[in-house]
């Protein structure tokens, strides 16, 4: 479970450093909500993006990584977290960043929709 841990936060690292070469700005990590945990909120000009960090031994197992339960949950911590972190005219949306060694970050715009 220890080495777990310590891959997700390598994994989450990373995402933020990808995202941030990218032009986003970090505004907070691992945040905790009654409805779920969003690895990443992101922000780019008016678009806040809440993030999920998926980190797999193999880039074969990157396909797996999600699950239309899991984006969900994001989803229903995202919406709790709204007021928090966007304003009015801002844009919203759920992303998804895949980690596996020896590959570049994928990065999965606007994941859910719901």
């Known amino acids: 479970m ?8 390598r ?3 990373l995402a933020g450093w990808w995202l941030r070469l990218k032009g986003w700005s970090i505004l907070d990590r691992r945040v905790r909500t009654p ?3 969003v690895d990443i909120v992101a922000r780019k000009g008016t678009l806040v993006a809440f993030v999920e960090v998926k980190t797999r031994a193999t880039a074969a197992e990157l396909d797996f990584a999600i699950d239309e339960r899991r984006l969900a949950r ?6 709790f977290l709204m007021p928090r972190y966007a ?3 801002d844009d919203i949306r759920v992303d998804v960043i895949l980690l596996a ?3 570049r970050p994928r990065h999965i715009e606007n994941a859910w929709i719901g």
Do not use: D, I, K, S
Request: hydrophobic share 40%.
């Open 101 to 103: 060694p020896g590959t």
């Open 2 to 9: 220890l080495a777990v841990r310590l891959r997700e936060g």
């Open 74 to 79: 994001v989803a229903a911590a995202a919406e």
């Open 87 to 89: 304003g009015p005219g």
């Open 11 to 13: 994994g989450e690292r």
């Open 35 to 37: 409805a779920g945990e």
